[in-house]
C-alpha cells in the first residue's frame, strides 16, 4: 500500500535526497522564509497565515541567528532527517515546526492528513510558487497519504527525528510503529490551559484591555486550541473585580459562540456540579475544582477562587500546557511551577502566539544538534 | 400514572392541551431531579426549580447532545430494561438513553395508539425496507432496530425486504406482492433506504402497481436525499408512481433522544404534534421561543420518558412552525415543518482529525 501519495508542495524523491552541507541559518533558508512572511503579510491571506508571516519576519530570524552566533564551545548542526506528523486542525502548528526544521537545515518531510484546509491550500500554494522561484524547496516535501498505509513505517524508518504533533489518541497509534535505536522523537500531544488572575483595585483601568486579550485567546478561529485557557483561577480576587471583567470579556465577545454550543457547554459542566454564573456570550461556571477537561466545550469558561497559590497549583491537571497569567511575579510563577507540570505563561491575549518555545521545549535545538568542540 | 388513554389522539386543542401536557412534565422535572443526580445538578447549577413551571415553554430543556457526553438515567441499574444508541458512524459518539421495563412499554403503546389512527386498528401485512439482522441485539441497541420494532406491533407477517448488504431480496418481495397485492399493506423504513434500496430497484426492475393499496411510513431525515435533489414531493410522486397511485405515504420526525414521541405527516404535508408531545421552535441565536411561521431550533417535549431525563429535549434540527389547531386536515395541535440539521460547528481544538 504505497500508493496514493499526495505532494503539495516541495520535491517528490524524499526518500532518496542524500545528505547535503546546509547548516543552520543558511542565508539561502533564511531569504526563503523572509519570502515567505513578506509574501504572508503582503497578500490576502487569513488571519492564521499573517500571524505566520508576522512571526516568521527577517528581524525575528535574524535574533535567533544571533542567540546562536555567541557561543563558541559548539558548532551548531542540523539532525538530519525530519519527519513531522501533524493535525490538520491547527493549521499553524505544521509550518511553525516545519520553518524552524528548515532554518535549522534539516531535510524535512511533513505529513498533514488527506483533507486540506483552506489555508493549507493557500499556503502550499505560495510555497510552491516560492520554489519555483528559488528552487529552496529541494530537500522538503508536504505531503498526505491514507494513514492506514506503510508510509507512516517508511517515513519513520528513514527519519532521524520524529515529531508528531496531535491528540493522545492519534500520537499512541503512531507509536504503534516503532523508531530505529538511532531515531529521536519529540510529541506534542492533548494539552490542558488554564488562566491564573490576581487583580486588586489598583488594576481596574486595566481591565478592559485585559478582558479583550482573554476574549481573543478563547475564540481566536472561533475554537479553543490546547493553549487556550478553559478555566480561570482567582487568586485573591474581589468578586465585584472579577464580575467587572466578565461583562468586560462579554462585551468583547460578541455572538463569537452560537448559543446551542453555549448552553450543551454550560449544561454539561452543571450536570457535572458546576453552576453557571454568568449568562450572555460567554458563560462562566464555578465550580471548586476543574471540570470537564476531557471534552472541547465551546463558549464556556469554568472558574474557581483561592486565596492560595499553592493550592490553585494542586488543581492543575497533568496535561496542563499554558497559564495566561496577570497579577503573577516571578516567585508566584515558581511556586505554581514547582507544584505542578505547567510548561508556559503566557499573557493575557497572547496565549496562541507560537513560540519556539513550545510546551517547555526549545524547538530550535531538538531540531539541532550542539556538536562540542 | 397517566390517564393518556382517554386521549384523543390529534383531539387536543391548545388550552386542554397546555394543563394536560404541563401537568405531566412538571411532574417528570421532580421525579428525574430526584432520580437522577446529574439532571438535578443540571438544574441547580442554571438556578432553575423543578416542577413549577407554568406554561410549556418554562419546563426546563436538555441540550440533546448531552446525551452524547452523559449517561443521565433516572433507572437504577438492576431495572434497565434496554440502552438505545442513536444510529451513526464509529467514529461518531452515540447517544446512550436508558429504558426500563415500564417506559418501554408505555413507548410502544403511545406509538400504537398514534400511529393507528392513520393505519385503522386492523394490523397489516407489513413489509420492513430494512434486514432482518438489526432487531437481535438488546444491548447496544440502534435506533434503528428500536424504530422497526416500535413499528412491527402495527403488522403482521413481517417481512424484511432486503438482504443485509442492502440488496433486495427480490424471493422475499415477490412473495409479499403475491399474497398482498390487493390487500391494505404497511411499508415501513428509513426514507432513505426506502428510496434507495426499494423504490429504485423496484422501478428498474419493472414491478409497477403492485402494491396499490399500502400505506407507507418512512423516516430518518432528508440529508441524503436533498444531495440526490429529491424533495418531499418528487418522493411521494415517485413512490407513488412505482407501488400505485393511490398509496397513502407519511414521513414522520422523531429521534432516539424522545423515542416514542413522534410527529407524523398528514395529508397536508405537515408533522403534527399529537396529544402526548409538542413542540417549541426556539431563536438559533437567543433560545427564545418562535412565533408561528418562524424558523429555529427544534424543541421536543414528551411525557414518555421516565427512566432518563429526555421529557423535553433541544434538538439540534432546524424545523418551521406552521400552526396550531387549525391545519386544514382537522387534526388539533401544533404542525411543523423540519428544515435540516443546525450546520455542524467544527470541532478544532488540540485533538484532530488525521
Ligand atoms: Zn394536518
Given at each position: 500500500m504505497s500508493s496514493n501519495i499526495q505532494l503539495w508542495?516541495?520535491?517528490?524523491d524524499y526518500l532518496q535526497w542524500s545528505r547535503t552541507q546546509i547548516m543552520p541559518f543558511s542565508e539561502k533558508r533564511v531569504q526563503f522564509l523572509v519570502r515567505l512572511s513578506e509574501a504572508l503579510l503582503s497578500g490576502h491571506y487569513s488571519a492564521t497565515l499573517i500571524a505566520l508571516g508576522f512571526w516568521l519576519r527577517e528581524s525575528q530570524l535574524r535574533q535567533w541567528q544571533q542567540e546562536y552566533a555567541k557561543d563558541d564551545k559548539v558548532i551548531l548542526a542540523p539532525v538530519g532527517r525530519v519527519f513531522i506528523v501533524s493535525p490538520s486542525?491547527?493549521?499553524?502548528l505544521f509550518a511553525y515546526s516545519w520553518a524552524l526544521s528548515y532554518l535549522m537545515g534539516n531535510q524535512t518531510v511533513v505529513r498533514v492528513s488527506e483533507q486540506l484546509t483552506d489555508d493549507q491550500q493557500a499556503l502550499f500554494t505560495l510555497l510552491e510558487s516560492l520554489d519555483v522561484q528559488t528552487?529552496?524547496?529541494?530537500?522538503q516535501a508536504f505531503i498526505s497519504y491514507?494513514?492506514?498505509?506503510?508510509w507512516t513505517l517508511k517515513l519513520s524508518h528513514w527519519c532521524q527525528l520524529r515529531m508528531l504533533w496531535g491528540s493522545d489518541q492519534s500520537i499512541e497509534s503512531i507509536r504503534q510503529i516503532p523508531l530505529l535505536a538511532q531515531t529521536q522523537e519529540w510529541v506534542f500531544p492533548d494539552r490542558y490551559s488554564v488562566s491564573i488572575l490576581h487583580l486588586t483595585e489598583a488594576d481596574n483601568a486595566k481591565i478592559p484591555k485585559l478582558a479583550e486579550g482573554f476574549a481573543r485567546d478563547v475564540s481566536t478561529y472561533q475554537q479553543q486550541a490546547?493553549?487556550?485557557?478553559k478555566w480561570v483561577f482567582w487568586y485573591q480576587t474581589d468578586d465585584a473585580l472579577q464580575q467587572r471583567f466578565w461583562q468586560a470579556v462579554d462585551a468583547c465577545l460578541?455572538?463569537?459562540?452560537?448559543a446551542n454550543e453555549r448552553l450543551v457547554a454550560s449544561q454539561y459542566l452543571c450536570a457535572l456540579?458546576?453552576?453557571?454564573?454568568f449568562h450572555d456570550n460567554i458563560k462562566v461556571i464555578d465550580s471548586a475544582t476543574v471540570l470537564g477537561g476531557e471534552q472541547h466545550l465551546r463558549g464556556v469558561v469554568g472558574q474557581s477562587q483561592f486565596s492560595d497559590l499553592a493550592m490553585i497549583a494542586t488543581q492543575l491537571p497533568d496535561h496542563i500546557q499554558s497559564v495566561a497569567a496577570f497579577g503573577l511575579d516571578q516567585t508566584a510563577k515558581v511556586t505554581v511551577v514547582t507544584r505542578s507540570n505547567v510548561r508556559q505563561f503566557a499573557q493575557m491575549g497572547r496565549?496562541?502566539?507560537?513560540?519556539?518555545?513550545?510546551d517547555g521545549i526549545d524547538l530550535t535545538t531538538i531540531l539541532s544538534k550542539k556538536v562540542r568542540l | 400514572m397517566s390517564d393518556w388513554k382517554s386521549l384523543e389522539v390529534f383531539g387536543l386543542a391548545k388550552e386542554d392541551k397546555q394543563a394536560w401536557l404541563l401537568d405531566e412534565l412538571n411532574r417528570l422535572t421532580l421525579h428525574h431531579q430526584a432520580s437522577c443526580q446529574p439532571y438535578a445538578n443540571l438544574l441547580a447549577g442554571q438556578g432553575q426549580q423543578a416542577g413549577?413551571?407554568?406554561?410549556?415553554?418554562a419546563v426546563p430543556l436538555v441540550a440533546a447532545r448531552l446525551f452524547k457526553m452523559l449517561r443521565l438515567s433516572s433507572t437504577q441499574p438492576e431495572d434497565v430494561f434496554k440502552t438505545l444508541t442513536s444510529s451513526g458512524t464509529t467514529s461518531q459518539v452515540k447517544s446512550q438513553i436508558v429504558l426500563d421495563r415500564d417506559t418501554a412499554a408505555l413507548q410502544s403503546k403511545v406509538l400504537v395508539s398514534l400511529l393507528s389512527s392513520f393505519t385503522g386498528k386492523a394490523r397489516r401485512p407489513m413489509l420492513i425496507i430494512?434486514?432482518?439482522?438489526?432487531?437481535?441485539?438488546?444491548?447496544?441497541?440502534s435506533a434503528r432496530g428500536a424504530g422497526v420494532q416500535g413499528l412491527s406491533?402495527?403488522?403482521?407477517d413481517h417481512t424484511y425486504a432486503l438482504n443485509a448488504d442492502m440488496t433486495p431480496n427480490w424471493q422475499a418481495i415477490d412473495d409479499f406482492i403475491a399474497k398482498y397485492s390487493s390487500e391494505p399493506v404497511l411499508i415501513f423504513g428509513f426514507t432513505f433506504m426506502v428510496w434507495q434500496h426499494f423504490i429504485q430497484p423496484l422501478k428498474a426492475s419493472g414491478r409497477?402497481?403492485?402494491?396499490?393499496?399500502a400505506l407507507m411510513f418512512h423516516s430518518g431525515g432528508w440529508k441524503k436525499l436533498q444531495d440526490r435533489a429529491v424533495s418531499n414531493d418528487t418522493f411521494k410522486t415517485t413512490v407513488r408512481q412505482v407501488l400505485g397511485k393511490d398509496v397513502a405515504i407519511h414521513n414522520f420526525y422523531g429521534m432516539v433522544e424522545q423515542i416514542g414521541s413522534v410527529f407524523v405527516e398528514c395529508e397536508q404535508g405537515h408533522l403534527h404534534a399529537p396529544s402526548y408531545a409538542d413542540v417549541i421552535i426556539r431563536d438559533q441565536e437567543t433560545l427564545e421561543v418562535k412565533k408561528i411561521g418562524k424558523s429555529g431550533l427544534i424543541q421536543v417535549l414528551s411525557f414518555i420518558p421516565k427512566s432518563y431525563p429526555g421529557h423535553s429535549i433541544l434538538t439540534e434540527d432546524l424545523g418551521r412552525?406552521?400552526?396550531?389547531?387549525?391545519?386544514p386536515c382537522g387534526r388539533k395541535g401544533r404542525y411543523f415543518e423540519v428544515l435540516g440539521r443546525l450546520p455542524k460547528t467544527e470541532v478544532r481544538g488540540c485533538s484532530d482529525v488525521f
Open positions: 508542495a516541495g520535491s517528490p486542525n491547527v493549521e499553524g528552487a529552496g524547496l529541494s530537500e491514507d494513514k492506514r498505509s506503510d490546547c493553549a487556550s485557557p460578541g455572538d463569537v459562540f452560537p456540579g458546576g453552576t453557571e454564573v496565549v496562541l502566539n507560537f513560540d519556539k518555545v513550545w | 413549577v413551571a407554568e406554561s410549556l415553554d430494512d434486514h432482518d439482522g438489526l432487531t437481535s441485539n438488546r444491548e447496544g441497541f406491533f402495527f403488522g403482521r409497477i402497481d403492485q402494491l396499490s393499496q412552525l406552521l400552526g396550531e389547531d387549525d391545519c
